[in-house]
Protein backbone atom coordinates (compact mmCIF):
# COMPACT_ATOMS: atom_id res chain seq x y z
CA UNK A 1 0.00 0.00 0.00
CA UNK A 2 1.33 3.59 -0.66
CA UNK A 3 1.03 6.62 1.71
CA UNK A 4 -2.16 7.75 1.63
CA UNK A 5 -1.84 11.80 1.72
CA UNK A 6 -5.02 13.67 2.96
CA UNK A 7 -5.65 17.62 2.85
CA UNK A 8 -3.28 18.96 5.25
CA UNK A 9 -5.48 20.18 8.52
CA UNK A 10 -3.63 22.59 10.48
CA UNK A 11 -6.52 22.61 13.78
CA UNK A 12 -6.60 19.73 16.29
CA UNK A 13 -4.56 18.02 18.75
CA UNK A 14 -1.60 15.36 18.06
CA UNK A 15 -1.82 12.00 20.53
CA UNK A 16 1.38 10.01 20.85
CA UNK A 17 1.90 7.00 22.55
CA UNK A 18 4.63 4.90 23.51
CA UNK A 19 4.47 0.37 22.19
CA UNK A 20 5.95 -2.62 23.28
CA UNK A 21 9.20 -3.13 25.05
CA UNK A 22 10.66 0.11 25.94
CA UNK A 23 14.66 1.05 25.06
CA UNK A 24 17.17 3.67 26.30
CA UNK A 25 16.16 6.07 23.42
CA UNK A 26 12.43 5.97 23.35
CA UNK A 27 11.93 9.03 24.96
CA UNK A 28 14.31 11.06 22.88
CA UNK A 29 11.67 10.17 20.00
CA UNK A 30 9.35 11.77 22.50
CA UNK A 31 10.90 14.41 22.85
CA UNK A 32 11.54 14.89 18.93
CA UNK A 33 7.53 14.58 18.69
CA UNK A 34 7.11 16.93 21.34
CA UNK A 35 9.65 19.73 20.16
CA UNK A 36 8.64 19.71 16.80
CA UNK A 37 4.44 19.83 17.60
CA UNK A 38 5.20 22.91 19.79
CA UNK A 39 7.26 24.49 17.28
CA UNK A 40 4.55 24.39 15.11
CA UNK A 41 1.91 25.75 17.89
CA UNK A 42 0.47 21.53 17.63
CA UNK A 43 -0.72 20.35 21.46
CA UNK A 44 0.42 16.90 22.14
CA UNK A 45 -1.41 14.48 24.58
CA UNK A 46 0.35 11.46 24.98
CA UNK A 47 -1.89 8.23 26.45
CA UNK A 48 -0.91 6.64 29.49
CA UNK A 49 0.82 2.74 29.07
CA UNK A 50 0.21 3.05 25.22
CA UNK A 51 -2.81 1.97 23.35
CA UNK A 52 -5.05 1.10 26.86
CA UNK A 53 -4.45 4.66 27.95
CA UNK A 54 -6.17 5.59 24.49
CA UNK A 55 -9.18 3.51 25.26
CA UNK A 56 -9.15 4.10 28.75
CA UNK A 57 -9.56 7.90 27.79
CA UNK A 58 -6.32 8.04 30.06
CA UNK A 59 -4.54 11.25 28.29
CA UNK A 60 -1.49 13.59 29.78
CA UNK A 61 -1.45 16.94 29.09
CA UNK A 62 2.22 16.81 27.89
CA UNK A 63 1.60 21.51 27.80
CA UNK A 64 1.92 21.34 31.06
CA UNK A 65 6.02 19.96 30.63
CA UNK A 66 8.60 22.85 30.92
CA UNK A 67 10.80 23.21 27.65
CA UNK A 68 13.79 21.93 29.88
CA UNK A 69 11.87 18.61 31.11
CA UNK A 70 11.13 17.89 27.37
CA UNK A 71 14.43 18.43 26.57
CA UNK A 72 15.46 15.93 29.54
CA UNK A 73 13.59 13.24 27.84
CA UNK A 74 16.49 12.62 25.08
CA UNK A 75 18.70 11.57 28.02
CA UNK A 76 16.27 9.39 29.73
CA UNK A 77 15.09 6.06 29.68
CA UNK A 78 12.46 4.08 29.99
CA UNK A 79 9.03 5.24 28.60
CA UNK A 80 7.89 8.70 30.26
CA UNK A 81 4.42 7.65 29.93
CA UNK A 82 4.12 4.19 29.71
CA UNK A 83 4.09 1.57 27.60
CA UNK A 84 1.97 -1.24 27.08
CA UNK A 85 1.98 -4.96 24.68
CA UNK A 86 -2.20 -4.96 23.95
CA UNK A 87 -3.28 -6.32 20.44
CA UNK A 88 -6.06 -4.68 19.06
CA UNK A 89 -8.29 -7.33 17.44
CA UNK A 90 -9.83 -6.39 13.99
CA UNK A 91 -12.29 -4.03 13.13
CA UNK A 92 -14.89 -7.55 12.18
CA UNK A 93 -13.49 -8.59 15.77
CA UNK A 94 -14.05 -5.85 18.40
CA UNK A 95 -15.83 -3.06 16.62
CA UNK A 96 -16.10 -1.02 20.51
CA UNK A 97 -12.82 -1.01 21.03
CA UNK A 98 -12.34 1.26 17.47
CA UNK A 99 -15.40 2.80 18.03
CA UNK A 100 -14.07 4.10 21.59
CA UNK A 101 -10.82 4.91 20.63
CA UNK A 102 -12.88 7.12 17.40
CA UNK A 103 -14.90 8.27 19.95
CA UNK A 104 -11.79 9.64 22.78
CA UNK A 105 -10.40 11.20 19.67
CA UNK A 106 -13.23 13.25 18.68
CA UNK A 107 -13.54 14.49 22.78
CA UNK A 108 -10.35 15.84 22.46
CA UNK A 109 -10.05 16.78 19.13
CA UNK A 110 -7.47 14.14 18.03
CA UNK A 111 -6.57 14.38 14.38
CA UNK A 112 -3.26 13.07 14.32
CA UNK A 113 -2.20 9.36 16.34
CA UNK A 114 1.65 8.64 16.71
CA UNK A 115 2.21 5.08 17.95
CA UNK A 116 6.00 4.53 18.75
CA UNK A 117 7.03 1.24 19.10
CA UNK A 118 7.96 -1.99 17.15
CA UNK A 119 6.35 -4.52 14.36
CA UNK A 120 3.33 -5.28 16.61
CA UNK A 121 2.71 -1.75 17.43
CA UNK A 122 3.21 -1.15 13.50
CA UNK A 123 0.30 -3.42 13.31
CA UNK A 124 -1.95 -1.43 15.89
CA UNK A 125 -0.85 1.63 13.86
CA UNK A 126 -1.85 0.19 10.89
CA UNK A 127 -5.19 -0.47 12.11
CA UNK A 128 -6.19 2.75 13.29
CA UNK A 129 -4.85 4.48 9.88
CA UNK A 130 -7.82 2.33 8.10
CA UNK A 131 -10.76 2.94 10.77
CA UNK A 132 -10.85 6.69 10.09
CA UNK A 133 -12.95 6.08 6.67
CA UNK A 134 -15.19 3.83 7.94
CA UNK A 135 -16.47 5.09 10.96
CA UNK A 136 -16.71 8.34 9.46
CA UNK A 137 -13.53 10.80 11.52
CA UNK A 138 -10.28 12.05 9.76
CA UNK A 139 -7.68 10.96 11.99
CA UNK A 140 -3.92 10.54 10.35
CA UNK A 141 -2.03 7.98 12.24
CA UNK A 142 1.82 7.61 11.89
CA UNK A 143 3.92 4.51 12.84
CA UNK A 144 7.07 5.80 14.75
CA UNK A 145 9.86 2.85 14.49
CA UNK A 146 11.63 1.72 18.83
CA UNK A 147 12.77 -1.76 19.15
CA UNK A 148 15.81 -2.85 20.56
CA UNK A 149 15.50 -5.95 18.29
CA UNK A 150 16.45 -4.33 15.28
CA UNK A 151 13.76 -6.49 13.41
CA UNK A 152 11.30 -4.21 11.67
CA UNK A 153 11.17 -4.23 8.28
CA UNK A 154 11.99 -1.58 5.42
CA UNK A 155 14.48 0.15 7.77
CA UNK A 156 18.09 -0.06 7.68
CA UNK A 157 17.70 -0.10 11.67
CA UNK A 158 15.95 0.55 14.66
CA UNK A 159 16.53 3.46 17.26
CA UNK A 160 17.06 1.77 20.62
CA UNK A 161 19.22 -1.20 18.86
CA UNK A 162 22.55 0.89 18.30
CA UNK A 163 22.45 1.97 22.44
CA UNK A 164 22.00 -1.91 23.24
CA UNK A 165 24.57 -2.92 20.56
CA UNK A 166 26.65 -1.10 22.05
CA UNK A 167 26.15 -2.26 25.64
CA UNK A 168 26.36 -5.79 24.36
CA UNK A 169 29.73 -4.86 22.51
CA UNK A 170 30.89 -2.88 25.48
CA UNK A 171 30.07 -5.39 28.21
CA UNK A 172 31.30 -8.22 26.06
CA UNK A 173 34.82 -6.45 26.10
CA UNK A 174 34.72 -5.88 29.66
CA UNK A 175 33.56 -9.08 30.67
CA UNK A 176 36.28 -10.80 28.87
CA UNK A 177 39.05 -9.08 29.87
CA UNK A 178 37.82 -10.30 33.79
CA UNK A 179 37.65 -14.21 32.80
CA UNK A 180 40.84 -13.79 30.80
CA UNK A 181 42.43 -12.16 34.10
CA UNK A 182 42.13 -15.58 36.47
CA UNK A 183 41.57 -18.23 34.06
CA UNK A 184 44.56 -20.34 34.80
CA UNK A 185 42.88 -20.80 38.49
CA UNK A 186 39.37 -19.85 38.06
CA UNK A 187 36.48 -19.59 35.28
CA UNK A 188 37.36 -20.82 31.84
CA UNK A 189 33.84 -20.14 30.38
CA UNK A 190 31.94 -17.00 30.46
CA UNK A 191 28.06 -16.92 29.05
CA UNK A 192 26.51 -13.60 28.22
CA UNK A 193 23.15 -13.68 27.46
CA UNK A 194 21.11 -11.09 25.12
CA UNK A 195 18.00 -9.99 24.03
CA UNK A 196 16.55 -10.09 20.47
CA UNK A 197 13.24 -12.67 20.11
CA UNK A 198 13.96 -14.28 16.83
CA UNK A 199 16.33 -12.33 15.22
CA UNK A 200 20.38 -12.25 16.39
CA UNK A 201 20.98 -8.47 15.72
CA UNK A 202 21.61 -7.64 19.32
CA UNK A 203 24.21 -11.23 19.81
CA UNK A 204 25.80 -10.37 16.33
CA UNK A 205 26.76 -6.89 17.99
CA UNK A 206 28.94 -8.48 20.77
CA UNK A 207 31.48 -9.36 17.39
CA UNK A 208 32.21 -5.92 17.59
CA UNK A 209 34.10 -6.17 20.90
CA UNK A 210 37.05 -8.42 18.82
CA UNK A 211 38.16 -9.89 15.91
CA UNK A 212 39.98 -12.69 15.07
CA UNK A 213 39.84 -16.16 16.30
CA UNK A 214 41.30 -15.80 19.64
CA UNK A 215 39.58 -12.33 20.77
CA UNK A 216 35.97 -12.78 22.45
CA UNK A 217 33.23 -13.18 21.59
CA UNK A 218 34.69 -16.52 20.68
CA UNK A 219 31.44 -18.17 19.95
CA UNK A 220 27.94 -16.48 19.27
CA UNK A 221 24.55 -18.12 18.97
CA UNK A 222 22.38 -16.61 16.89
CA UNK A 223 17.91 -17.82 16.80
CA UNK A 224 18.60 -18.17 13.15
CA UNK A 225 20.42 -21.05 12.99
CA UNK A 226 20.22 -24.35 15.18
CA UNK A 227 21.43 -25.13 18.09
CA UNK A 228 23.99 -27.77 17.57
CA UNK A 229 25.31 -29.17 21.22
CA UNK A 230 28.36 -31.28 19.88
CA UNK A 231 29.76 -28.38 17.94
CA UNK A 232 28.97 -26.13 20.49
CA UNK A 233 31.06 -28.45 23.00
CA UNK A 234 33.82 -28.99 20.52
CA UNK A 235 34.26 -25.21 19.38
CA UNK A 236 34.26 -24.15 23.35
CA UNK A 237 37.05 -27.36 24.22
CA UNK A 238 39.21 -26.22 21.40
CA UNK A 239 38.89 -22.18 22.41
CA UNK A 240 39.81 -23.32 26.38
CA UNK A 241 42.44 -25.22 25.25
CA UNK A 242 43.95 -22.82 22.49
CA UNK A 243 42.99 -19.59 24.16
CA UNK A 244 42.71 -20.20 27.49
CA UNK A 245 39.32 -19.23 28.49
CA UNK A 246 36.30 -18.90 26.59
CA UNK A 247 33.42 -15.89 25.89
CA UNK A 248 29.89 -17.05 24.44
CA UNK A 249 27.21 -14.80 23.79
CA UNK A 250 24.03 -16.55 23.15
CA UNK A 251 20.87 -14.83 21.61
CA UNK A 252 17.89 -15.67 24.31
CA UNK A 253 15.97 -17.23 21.18
CA UNK A 254 18.65 -19.89 20.77
CA UNK A 255 16.20 -22.78 19.70
CA UNK A 256 17.07 -26.62 19.15
CA UNK A 257 16.79 -28.57 15.55
CA UNK A 258 13.11 -29.14 16.62
CA UNK A 259 12.37 -25.43 16.73
CA UNK A 260 12.21 -25.08 20.25
CA UNK A 261 13.45 -22.26 22.59
CA UNK A 262 16.12 -23.46 24.58
CA UNK A 263 14.67 -21.52 27.53
CA UNK A 264 11.30 -20.53 27.74
CA UNK A 265 10.41 -19.32 30.66
CA UNK A 266 6.41 -20.46 30.23
CA UNK A 267 4.41 -16.94 30.43
CA UNK A 268 2.98 -15.38 26.80
CA UNK A 269 2.62 -12.24 26.27
CA UNK A 270 -0.95 -10.14 24.12
CA UNK A 271 0.76 -11.40 20.69
CA UNK A 272 1.61 -15.17 21.69
CA UNK A 273 5.37 -14.59 22.15
CA UNK A 274 6.65 -16.22 24.82
CA UNK A 275 8.73 -14.83 27.43
CA UNK A 276 12.35 -15.90 27.19
CA UNK A 277 15.37 -15.86 29.47
CA UNK A 278 17.29 -18.37 30.96
CA UNK A 279 19.73 -19.86 27.46
CA UNK A 280 22.91 -18.61 29.52
CA UNK A 281 22.36 -21.35 32.65
CA UNK A 282 21.13 -23.83 30.46
CA UNK A 283 24.44 -23.67 28.38
CA UNK A 284 26.80 -23.26 31.70
CA UNK A 285 24.82 -26.49 32.63
CA UNK A 286 25.80 -28.04 29.69
CA UNK A 287 29.25 -26.66 29.65
CA UNK A 288 29.78 -28.12 33.16
CA UNK A 289 28.10 -31.58 32.74
CA UNK A 290 30.15 -32.42 29.78
CA UNK A 291 33.32 -30.40 29.82
CA UNK A 292 33.75 -30.07 33.12
CA UNK A 293 34.91 -25.97 33.12
CA UNK A 294 34.46 -23.57 35.45
CA UNK A 295 31.88 -20.65 34.83
CA UNK A 296 29.77 -17.74 35.00
CA UNK A 297 26.79 -16.21 33.23
CA UNK A 298 25.05 -12.78 33.14
CA UNK A 299 21.78 -11.92 32.06
CA UNK A 300 21.30 -8.41 31.66
CA UNK A 301 17.87 -8.93 30.98
CA UNK A 302 16.14 -5.05 31.07
CA UNK A 303 19.97 -3.61 32.07
CA UNK A 304 20.99 -3.87 28.43
CA UNK A 305 18.06 -1.94 27.12
CA UNK A 306 17.81 0.84 29.48
CA UNK A 307 21.61 1.21 29.74
CA UNK A 308 21.10 4.81 28.78
CA UNK A 309 24.64 5.76 30.41
CA UNK A 310 26.06 3.79 27.63
CA UNK A 311 24.19 4.79 24.72
CA UNK A 312 25.23 5.50 21.28
CA UNK A 313 24.89 9.16 19.64
CA UNK A 314 24.05 7.68 16.37
CA UNK A 315 21.17 5.89 18.15
CA UNK A 316 20.20 8.84 20.31
CA UNK A 317 20.37 10.98 17.47
CA UNK A 318 17.84 9.11 14.81
CA UNK A 319 15.71 8.31 18.20
CA UNK A 320 15.07 12.07 17.76
CA UNK A 321 14.79 12.45 14.27
CA UNK A 322 11.98 10.07 13.66
CA UNK A 323 9.87 11.74 16.13
CA UNK A 324 10.14 15.06 14.32
CA UNK A 325 10.25 13.45 11.07
CA UNK A 326 7.06 12.45 12.38
CA UNK A 327 4.97 15.32 13.47
CA UNK A 328 6.36 16.57 9.71
CA UNK A 329 4.65 13.86 8.29
CA UNK A 330 1.47 13.74 10.22
CA UNK A 331 1.23 17.31 9.62
CA UNK A 332 1.91 17.53 6.22
CA UNK A 333 -1.43 15.55 6.29
CA UNK A 334 0.25 11.98 5.32
CA UNK A 335 -1.18 8.54 6.74
CA UNK A 336 -0.34 4.44 7.36
CA UNK A 337 3.65 5.61 7.18
CA UNK A 338 6.09 4.82 9.07
CA UNK A 339 9.80 7.42 9.05
CA UNK A 340 12.19 4.73 8.33
CA UNK A 341 16.02 5.17 8.53
CA UNK A 342 17.92 4.93 5.43
CA UNK A 343 21.57 4.39 5.04
CA UNK A 344 23.25 6.29 2.26
CA UNK A 345 26.99 5.33 2.86
CA UNK A 346 29.26 3.26 5.16
CA UNK A 347 31.85 5.13 5.21
CA UNK A 348 31.59 7.66 5.93
CA UNK A 349 27.92 6.33 7.90
CA UNK A 350 25.45 8.57 6.48
CA UNK A 351 21.84 8.38 6.93
CA UNK A 352 18.26 9.72 5.91
CA UNK A 353 14.82 9.58 6.96
CA UNK A 354 12.26 8.48 4.61
CA UNK A 355 8.54 7.98 4.86
CA UNK A 356 7.70 3.95 3.99
CA UNK A 357 4.43 2.32 3.96
CA UNK A 358 3.39 0.60 7.13
CA UNK A 359 1.55 -1.60 5.38
CA UNK A 360 5.03 -2.83 4.47
CA UNK A 361 5.97 -2.93 7.70
CA UNK A 362 2.94 -4.30 10.30
CA UNK A 363 3.95 -7.92 11.48
CA UNK A 364 6.93 -8.62 9.77
CA UNK A 365 10.12 -9.87 11.34
CA UNK A 366 13.55 -8.72 9.61
CA UNK A 367 16.22 -11.68 10.68
CA UNK A 368 19.88 -11.50 10.29
CA UNK A 369 21.00 -12.18 6.68
CA UNK A 370 22.92 -15.30 6.16
CA UNK A 371 25.74 -13.25 4.37
CA UNK A 372 26.15 -11.60 8.23
CA UNK A 373 27.06 -14.73 9.78
CA UNK A 374 29.48 -16.79 9.50
CA UNK A 375 30.33 -19.58 7.61
CA UNK A 376 30.76 -21.98 10.79
CA UNK A 377 27.61 -20.31 12.43
CA UNK A 378 29.77 -18.77 15.40
CA UNK A 379 30.65 -15.33 14.65
CA UNK A 380 29.89 -12.43 12.26
CA UNK A 381 31.45 -11.60 8.85
CA UNK A 382 32.70 -8.49 7.51
CA UNK A 383 29.82 -7.33 5.95
CA UNK A 384 28.40 -7.30 9.49
CA UNK A 385 30.68 -5.19 11.17
CA UNK A 386 30.40 -2.77 7.96
CA UNK A 387 26.77 -2.47 8.70
CA UNK A 388 26.66 -2.83 12.85
CA UNK A 389 30.22 -0.49 13.26
CA UNK A 390 28.59 2.77 12.49
CA UNK A 391 25.71 2.47 14.84
CA UNK A 392 27.46 2.43 17.86
CA UNK A 393 29.47 5.09 17.27
CA UNK A 394 29.79 8.12 19.35
CA UNK A 395 28.79 8.61 23.01
CA UNK A 396 25.81 10.65 24.42
CA UNK A 397 26.76 12.76 27.57
CA UNK A 398 24.00 12.10 30.34
CA UNK A 399 24.25 15.07 32.87
CA UNK A 400 25.09 13.86 36.50
CA UNK A 401 23.69 14.70 39.75
CA UNK A 402 26.29 15.79 43.00
CA UNK A 403 24.90 12.29 44.32
CA UNK A 404 27.22 10.25 41.28
CA UNK A 405 23.81 8.83 39.52
CA UNK A 406 22.14 10.16 36.27
CA UNK A 407 19.88 13.29 36.32
CA UNK A 408 16.54 11.68 35.26
CA UNK A 409 13.34 13.38 34.58
CA UNK A 410 10.35 12.56 36.59
CA UNK A 411 7.41 14.34 34.37
CA UNK A 412 4.67 15.92 35.85
CA UNK A 413 2.15 13.53 33.45
CA UNK A 414 -1.20 15.58 33.76
CA UNK A 415 -4.12 13.84 33.45
CA UNK A 416 -6.34 15.42 30.87
CA UNK A 417 -10.10 15.79 31.85
CA UNK A 418 -12.38 13.13 31.06
CA UNK A 419 -15.11 13.66 28.90
CA UNK A 420 -16.40 10.57 28.37
CA UNK A 421 -17.85 7.56 30.26
CA UNK A 422 -15.37 4.72 31.40
CA UNK A 423 -14.67 1.98 29.14
CA UNK A 424 -12.67 -1.14 29.99
CA UNK A 425 -10.67 -2.69 27.44
O1 LIG B 1 10.81 -5.35 22.87
C1 LIG B 1 11.66 -6.39 22.59
C2 LIG B 1 12.13 -7.10 23.81
O2 LIG B 1 13.04 -6.28 24.50
C3 LIG B 1 12.71 -8.47 23.49
O3 LIG B 1 13.99 -8.55 23.07
C4 LIG B 1 12.43 -9.24 24.76
O4 LIG B 1 12.35 -10.61 24.50
C5 LIG B 1 11.11 -8.69 25.12
O5 LIG B 1 11.07 -7.36 24.69
C6 LIG B 1 10.78 -8.70 26.59
O6 LIG B 1 9.47 -8.27 26.72
P1 LIG B 1 8.74 -7.97 28.08
O7 LIG B 1 9.45 -6.81 28.72
O8 LIG B 1 7.33 -7.61 27.70
O9 LIG B 1 8.83 -9.23 28.88
Redesign the pocket.
Given at each position: MSPVRRSSATAGNLLYAQS????SVINATAAGVIEAARARGVKVYAARNGILGALREDLIDTSKETASAITALRHTPGGAFGSC?YKLKSLADNRAEYERLIEVFRAHDIRWFLYNG?NDSADTALKLSQIGKTLGYDIRCIGVPK???NDLAVTDCCPGFGSVAKYTAISTLEASLDVASMAETSTKVFILEV???HAGW?AAAAGLAGEGADAAPHIILFPENAFDEAAFLARVKATVERVGWCTVVAS??VRNAAGQFLAEAGTR?AFG?A???GVAPVLAALVKEKLGYKYHWALPD?LQ?SARHAASKVDAEQAFAVGRAAVDYALAGMNAVMPVIVRTSDAPYRWKIEPAPLAKIANREKKMPRSFISRDGFGITAAARRYLAPLIRGEAPLPYGRNGLPSYVQLKNAAVTARLPAFKP
Open positions: GGVTRGTVDMGRIEGDHQLGYR
